[in-house]
C-alpha cells in the first residue's frame, strides 16, 4: 500500500470504536510490519499467494517474532530467569507469580503468549499439605488474572494424563469462572487417565466449552512425551514452537485441476504443494536469518525456548470442497462425509500430503527432524467458500458414530493439530458418562482431538477457541476485551458456526467403557 492507503488504514485503527488500546497498538504494529516489502518470493509462489490458492494467514511481510512458543517452564523454574530478576519458586504463590510474570514477555501472533504450559506438572510438586479450598483459592486467583491480563482466546493450558490434585482444582475453578482464558486441553491415556478424571472433564465442558481431549498415546509417537497444545488445538515440541503456520486451500488446487484423478495425485497436488513448502521456507528463513529472533530474545539466550525445537506448520482448508469436486468430475455424486468412495478420496488426499510434508525438508526446523508438520488448518473469520480444515461443512454433518467414522483416518496425519467439533444435545449432561465412552470410542477409532459443544452454556466453539455468546450480543457497537472476539463475531456472521447438526448421544454407539 502506499502512504495515502497507509494513513488511511492508521486513522481508521485509531478511531474504530470497538477496540481497545491494547488491541489498536496491535493493530498498528501489524500496519507498520506490512509496509516492508514481503520476503522475497519465487513468481509461481507470489501469484500463488495473491490468489490465495496459500495463505500466510495474514501473519505479516516481515515476520519478527515466531508465530507460537511454547517456553519450557521447567527450566525457568529450576533457574530462574535473569532478565526478568526472579530466582527459582519454592512455594506455589512464588510459582504462580513466576508464571504470571513470564506469560507478560512470550511474544507470539497475537501478542500474548499461546502456551501457559502444563498446569498440573508443574504446579504439583508446590502442593504440599494445602486443603483442596486453599488450592482451589490460589489456583482461582491465578486464572482470574490469566483471563484479565491475557485477553485473547488462543491463550492454552494443559493437563493430564496423569491424575493431580492440581488438574482436578483447574477444573473445579474453571467451572465455577466461567471465562474464556484459559482454552483447556486434558490429555488422555486409556492405561493411565481414570474415568472419573475424563468426567470431571466432561462436566467441565457442560459449563464452559473446554478443555478439548487429546489422545495422548498418539501424540507422544509423533511428538515425544514434550509436547504441548496450543492456541486451538496446535501440538508442537516444548522448549520451541512454529516458525509460522500456512496453508493451502484445496478447493482452489481442485478447480485449477484439468485432466484424471491420478493426474491430479501425479502433478496437481505437489505442484501446489510446493508452492507452499516455498512460501514457509521464505518465512522461515527470514525470521531466523534477517530478524535473527533466537539470537537476541531472553527466551531464546537463556534456554527457555531453542531453536533445535523449533518447527512450522503445512496447514490445509477445503478438504470437502476439493472431494465433492473431483468426485463430481469423475462422475459421481458422493459427498464427503456420507459416501465410502467420497471418504476414501478425502483420506488418500490427507495421506499423500502427509507423504509430501514429511519427504520435504524444511530448514530451521530441528524440532522435527529437519521437516515441518501436516496441520488441519481451523480458517479465518473471513472464510465463506471453503469448510475449514479436513472438517465435514456445517450443517452436513452426519450421526455421531458416522461423523467419527469418516473423519478418523484423516487424524492420523496431522501431527501438529486436528479437530473436529461436535455440537451435541443438552439431554447428555443428564448422562455425562455416556461422553466419557464416546471419547474413549473415538480415541479407539484413532481420533487425536475430540472437541465438543452443548448448547445451553454462554460459549460457542468457532474454530478451537471460546467467545462468549454475551461478547457477541452489542460488539459491532462498543467491542469486547477479548480481541479473539474480533474473530468470533466475524466467523459466526460469515460462517454461522452455531449450525453445526446436534448430536444424540447414546453410549451404546462405541459398546461398554473400556476396562480401568
Known amino acids: 500500500m502506499d502512504l495515502d492507503e497507509l494513513r488511511s488504514e492508521v486513522r481508521r485503527v485509531l478511531t474504530d470504536p470497538t477496540l481497545s488500546f491494547h488491541q489498536r497498538r496491535h493493530h498498528l504494529a501489524v500496519l507498520a510490519e506490512n509496509s516492508q516489502p514481503y520476503a522475497d518470493l519465487p513468481e509461481d509462489v507470489a501469484e500463488a499467494l495473491n490468489k490465495r490458492i496459500i495463505c500466510d494467514l495474514y501473519e505479516g511481510h516481515a515476520p519478527y517474532r515466531p508465530r507460537y512458543l511454547l517456553p519450557d517452564y521447567r527450566i525457568a523454574f529450576a533457574q530462574g530467569s535473569e532478565f526478568v530478576e526472579m530466582g527459582a519458586p519454592t512455594t506455589l504463590e512464588e510459582a504462580l507469580d513466576f508464571l504470571t510474570v513470564l506469560y507478560g514477555h512470550v511474544p507470539s501472533i497475537t501478542g500474548y503468549p499461546v502456551y501457559l504450559g502444563d498446569l498440573d506438572r508443574l504446579l504439583e510438586p508446590f502442593v504440599g499439605d494445602l486443603t483442596d479450598d486453599e488450592l482451589d483459592h490460589h489456583l482461582r486467583r491465578f486464572l482470574l488474572l490469566a483471563d484479565r491480563l491475557l485477553p485473547d482466546a488462543f491463550v492454552h493450558a494443559n493437563l493430564g494424563p496423569e491424575d493431580s490434585r492440581v488438574a482436578r482444582s483447574v477444573l473445579r475453578v474453571d467451572r465455577k469462572l466461567e471465562q474464556v482464558v484459559p482454552n483447556l486441553t486434558l490429555r488422555v491415556d486409556p492405561e493411565v487417565t481414570p474415568d472419573d478424571l475424563i468426567l470431571e472433564g466432561v462436566r467441565t465442558v457442560f459449563a464452559t466449552a473446554k478443555p478439548h481431549f487429546v489422545n495422548h498415546p498418539l501424540m507422544v509417537r509423533d511428538l515425544g512425551e514434550d509436547y504441548g497444545v496450543v492456541s486451538c488445538y496446535n501440538s508442537l515440541p516444548v522448549g520451541g514452537g512454529s516458525h509460522t503456520l500456512s496453508r493451502l486451500d484445496l478447493r482452489q488446487v481442485a478447480l485449477l485441476h484439468d485432466g484424471s484423478l491420478e493426474d491430479f495425485f501425479a502433478t496437481t497436488l505437489p505442484r501446489a504443494a510446493e508452492w507452499l513448502a516455498r512460501l514457509m521456507e521464505a518465512r522461515i528463513r527470514y525470521l531466523v536469518e534477517e530478524v535473527q529472533w533466537f539470537e537476541h530474545d531472553f527466551l531464546a539466550t537463556e534456554g527457555i525456548v531453542s531453536l533445535d525445537r523449533m518447527t512450522a506448520m503445512f496447514g490445509i482448508v477445503g478438504l470437502a470442497e476439493a472431494v465433492n469436486e473431483l468426485m463430481a468430475r469423475d462422475g459421481h455424486d458422493g459427498a464427503y462425509g456420507h459416501d465410502d468412495a467420497a471418504n476414501a478420496l478425502a483420506h488418500r488426499i490427507v495421506h499423500a500430503l502427509h507423504e509430501f510434508v514429511e519427504a520435504r525438508p524444511m530448514p530451521y ?152
Do not use: W
Open 365 to 516: 526446523c530441528e524440532g522435527t527432524g529437519g521437516r515441518a508438520l501436516l496441520h488441519s488448518q481451523a480458517g479465518l473469520d473471513t472464510d465463506t467458500s471453503m469448510t475449514v480444515g479436513s472438517r465435514l461443512p456445517i450443517g452436513t454433518e452426519p450421526g455421531l458414530l458416522e461423523h467419527i467414522c469418516a473423519v478418523a483416518p484423516n487424524h492420523d496425519c496431522f501431527a501438529s493439530g486436528v479437530s473436529d467439533i461436535f455440537h451435541v444435545e443438552d439431554t447428555v449432561m443428564e448422562n455425562p458418562e455416556a461422553m466419557v465412552d464416546i471419547i474413549r470410542g473415538a480415541f479407539a477409532e484413532g481420533m487425536r482431538d475430540f472437541t465438543f459443544n452443548v448448547g445451553s452454556n454462554d460459549f460457542i466453539r468457532i474454530t478451537g477457541y471460546l467467545v462468549r455468546k454475551s461478547d457477541l450480543e452489542g460488539f459491532a457497537e462498543h467491542g469486547a476485551r477479548h480481541g479473539s472476539t474480533t474473530f468470533g463475531y466475524g466467523a459466526e456472521t460469515n460462517t454461522g458456526v452455531t449450525g453445526r447438526s446436534v448430536k444424540r448421544v447414546v453410549s451404546r454407539e462405541f459398546g461398554a467403557r473400556a476396562p480401568q
